[in-house]
């Protein structure tokens, strides 16, 4: 056998060695990525459906003082400052 028989044999060995700790590398990888992927899915959904109650009853606050507080003091200023508007404008004529 000469030298260069060798070193294919010995390079041949050493791919085959070197693949079946790749794929094995990767058969780990992908049982780590499916594991967190079940976490992520555990975990984030919770918060996700938490973030969404939460966004929902800001939503809802938001509309109720809108309506209820808003609405109210942005009509009476209004009126306030038509009527203070008009006593000014009769004011300016009475002169």
């Known amino acids: 056998m000469t030298n260069i028989e060798i070193l294919r044999d010995v390079s041949i060995i050493v ?4 693949t079946i700790i790749v794929q ?4 780990l990888l992908l049982l780590e990525i499916r594991s967190l992927s079940k976490m992520l899915r555990e975990n984030i959904y ?3 459906q938490s973030t969404d109650e939460t966004v929902r009853t800001v939503r809802g606050t938001s509309v109720f003082v809108t309506d209820n507080v808003v ?16 006593l000014r404008v009769i004011a300016r004529r009475g002169q």
């Open 15 to 18: 791919l085959a060695v070197e």
């Open 24 to 27: 094995v590398i990767l058969i």
């Open 46 to 48: 919770p918060i996700l």
């Open 71 to 86: 609405t109210p003091v942005v009509r009476i200023s209004s009126l306030a400052a038509g009527v203070s508007e008009a």
